[in-house]
């Protein structure tokens, strides 16, 4: 997972509340994306951002808010918008933005669950 | 659009033996193929991926993938599973088109487990 940082590993949270999900990368990556992994599915995109005071939505950005104001953080907040919040989310981010070819370097993930 | 398929949820495969954990994709123009691994409780780690070139191509832990491009297909393959190649294999792809912001898509996994 080198260079990827998460916090916390693991997250509880009461119905209503919003949640911070902390990212932190010392690769000097301009890109960096937020996943959200259910059992049995595969990783679904909740935000991109290609360089910092810049970011876009994914597949799955209802009841998600995120920032880049540092080029090494990326925060997600998962808000009481969101109506199925539990899951194990990953952060990662590549060199360039997400039109190349490069790959994508993950974190260990923080796995949220609702109370 | 693209898409990605993992037919198999689950592969076994004795130590020792040839391992292949298959994916197919389907894009408008060429391919980005990339395939991950993902141990328990722990974030995806990068094998290999295929840009243009040789078919056959060489990634980490022993680990090499096939582009067949009339098959469209990419298989994960191994000569000689280990215990420890237990784990959580992704297939992901992305279409080539410079300047495009378009994102990876992943397959749903297979759970591949290597019986001792």
């Known amino acids: 997972d080198g260079g990827i940082t998460q916090s916390p590993k693991y997250l509880f949270r009461k119905e209503g509340q919003n949640v911070t999900l902390s990212c932190e990368q010392n690769?000097?990556?301009?890109?960096m994306y937020w996943y959200r992994q259910d059992p049995g599915q595969g990783l679904r995109l909740i935000y991109y951002s290609q360089i910092v005071n810049d970011f876009q939505k994914g597949d799955i950005a209802e009841g998600y808010s995120v920032s880049r104001e540092k080029k090494e953080s990326f925060p997600l907040t998962v808000t009481s918008a969101q109506k199925n919040p539990t899951a194990f989310y990953l952060c990662a981010s590549s060199i360039r933005g997400p039109g190349g070819f490069d790959e994508q370097f993950f974190g260990p993930g923080t796995r949220l669950t609702v109370l | 659009a693209q898409s990605v398929a993992q037919p198999e949820d689950q592969v076994n495969v004795a130590e020792g033996n040839p391992l292949t954990v298959k994916c197919t994709y389907s894009v408008s123009g060429n391919p980005y193929l990339f395939w991950y691994v993902q141990y328990p409780n722990r974030g995806l780690q990068f094998l290999l991926k295929y840009i243009t070139g040789d078919n056959l191509v060489k990634g980490s832990y022993g680990f090499e993938a096939e582009f067949n491009k009339s098959q469209t297909s990419f298989h994960l393959k191994k000569p000689s599973a280990l215990v420890s190649d237990s784990a959580l294999y992704f297939c992901a792809v992305r279409e080539e088109n410079p300047g495009s912001a378009r994102q990876l898509t992943f397959g749903s996994g297979t759970q591949l487990t290597v019986l001792p």
């Open positions: 690769l000097n990556h301009d890109a």
